[in-house]
């Protein structure tokens, strides 16, 4: 059997359709047909040269969902459901150790030592070679959590859930929200846009999303935002303005900083109320150093600051089950659909903000 993969071989270059031969499965691998990869602003940040975890050459893509071809052993999903050939599956896109420090002490997976991803981590040269979701196939490591899907089920609009929905998740799960609470969301990407939906869901009263497109800032007001701030619209101390007329004064009780920017990320400080969190959500790069006055805008105030860094099984449980709760509400998230040969356009449109979400159909 044969596999198709768009493979970068070159930062910044236009990614090459190669056919490469599906290797034999390793004892509880499983190898799925890809139905649909989701094209993330990390793939944007690793085509360019940006992430300094990218080996070459790689077949990019984290986010996918496939249907399974065969299997070396038993599988089972993560709620114990025997799976056969033909069942359509969503996987979790880090795979971890399951017994280091973090694993199996701390019960924090996605900080494991030995986590590695799927599209992020492992080279074309890298044995079982299909490594990447922008292919045709890819294999499954026999640890990698797997969730069957319904027959009712979008994936192209699931595969979202897998990172942007998940990494959102877990930022609400390290900075909850209470009912009555006001969120700012920075950055209405696509995880800005689950980041304000899990904002509305938990209950937040004001739910303010700031960000320069407004196309995405119009969808994430359909997905529960009650405040739109343009930033090209209103300077930092409008904006600051805005959040304390509508907080009486207060300030925002949760800051999520989902666009990447270290001016965001300031600001945010700004805009909390004393007490208050700023979740960094955003961050999947370097991006340099951010300077600030500890005392006035942290000690005094008492904030905290949180990181996050990617997610686990149960922030995907969560996003999975968030989207098909509001399946009507995301209906609109992915964009546009590209076939695998129109792979490097839609890294493009992303990078470009010309889409909200793109999704590859490989096998279409």
Known sequence: MQAKAAVLQ????????????????????????????????????????????????????????????????????????????????LWERGVTCGHCYYCAVKHQPSLCSRRWAYGIHRSLHEPPHLNGCYASHLVLDARTPLIALEPDDDPALLVAASCSGATAAHGFALSPVQVGDTVVVFGPGPLGIYSTLLAHASGAEQVIVIGGTGARLDYCAQVGATTLLNRHELNADQRREAVLALTHGLGADLVVEASGSLSAAREGLELLRH??????????????????????????????????????????????????????????????????????????????????????????
């Open 275 to 364: 007490g208050g969190a700023l979740s960094l959500v955003g961050f999947g790069e370097p991006v340099g150093e951010l300077s600030l006055p500890p005392f006035e805008t942290i000690v005094r105030k008492n904030v905290r600051v949180q990181g996050v860094w990617v997610s686990d099984l149960t922030h995907t449980l969560h996003a999975v089950s968030l989207t098909r709760q509001h399946r009507h509400l995301l209906a609109g998230l992915v964009s546009r659909r590209y076939p695998l040969e129109q792979a490097t356009e839609a890294l493009q449109a992303v990078g470009e903000r010309d889409v909200i979400k793109a999704v590859l159909l490989p096998n279409s």
């Open 10 to 89: 070159r930062f910044g270059e236009p990614l090459t359709i190669e056919t490469l031969p599906v290797p034999a499965l390793l004892a509880g691998q499983a190898l799925v047909q890809v139905v649909a990869a989701g094209v993330c602003g990390s793939d944007v940040h690793m085509w360019a040269g940006r992430d300094p975890r990218t080996p070459l050459p790689i077949i990019l893509g984290h986010e996918g969902v496939g249907r399974l071809l065969d299997v070396s052993g038993a599988r089972c999903d993560v709620y114990g459901r025997p799976l056969a050939p033909g069942a359509l599956v």
